[in-house]
T-cell receptor, first 110, second 115 residues
Framework: QKEVEQNSGPLSVPEGAIASLNCTYSDRVSQSFFWYRQYSGKSPELIMSIYSNGDKEDGRFTAQLNKASQYVSLLIRDSQPSDSATYLC??????????FGAGTRLTVKP | GAVVSQHPSWVICKSGTSVKIECRSLDFQATTMFWYRQFPKQSLMLMATSNEGSKATYEQGVEKDKFLINHASLTLSTLTVTSAHPEDSSFYICSTTGTGDNEQFFGPGTRLTVL
């Protein structure tokens, strides 16, 4: 079992729709969770962090965490073509031991 | 967050040569920096954790004698790929934690191509 699992996609949504990205993790002691956006040929950019169960909203982005189910998700509302990228789920287990999922490639079609 | 730079942004070298990549934390004194490698269409793989003033901690399967890491100051860590081979061609990215809760901030990456 991979430490952090994501659907590789590609996930394709029309402009203006909600994109839903999912991630599961295996280590129950994980404490902090992150979503990074990576454009092709570029390095990852932090877009959301979440530490407690529930939802966290920041603009068009909402991160959801369910520690009991070991599940993290990212919703992108009003998706724009500029949101087209690979989204990496990252889980910080302890002491900055961060593990990344393989990423989900999102395409937003105009 | 933290602002991180890397140099060079890309490098092409011949097989057997050594390449040094610099990672600088521009606005934060980073006692710890991380080095990742990313092959095409794959995720980030942590290579090593670089600690200022002490030896780096390498992940299992990463050759410490091939990937030399030096973290001599709070703002600079270097990764030297020694005797590079074509299979070392990859995207190398460094990161550091900021003053927040364990999030990592990445440099722009260095694309290494070994001919």
């Amino acid at each position: 079992q991979k430490e952090v699992e994501q659907n590789s996609g590609p996930l394709s949504v029309p402009e203006g729709a909600i994109a839903s990205l999912n991630c599961t993790y295996s280590d129950r002691v994980s404490q902090s969770f992150f979503w990074y956006r990576q454009y092709s040929g570029k390095s990852p950019e932090l877009i959301m962090s979440i530490y407690s169960n529930g939802d966290k909203e920041d603009g068009r982005f909402t991160a959801q965490l369910n520690k009991a189910s070991q599940y993290v998700s990212l919703l992108i509302r009003d998706s724009q073509p500029s949101d087209s990228a690979t989204y990496l789920c990252a889980v910080n287990r302890r002491n900055n031991d961060m593990r990344f999922g393989a990423g989900t490639r999102l395409t937003v079609k105009p | 967050g933290a602002v991180v730079s890397q140099h060079p942004s890309w490098v092409i070298c011949k097989s057997g040569t050594s390449v040094k990549i610099e990672c600088r934390s521009l606005d934060f004194q980073a006692t710890t920096m991380f080095w990742y490698r990313q092959f095409p269409k794959q995720s980030l793989m942590l290579m090593a954790t670089s600690n200022e003033g002490s030896k780096a901690t390498y992940e299992q399967g990463v050759e410490k004698d091939k990937f030399l890491i030096n973290h001599a100051s709070l703002t600079l860590s270097t990764l030297t790929v020694t005797s590079a081979h074509p299979e070392d061609s990859s995207f190398y990215i460094c990161s550091t934690t900021g003053t927040g809760d364990n999030e990592q901030f990445f440099g722009p990456g260095t694309r290494l191509t070994v001919l």
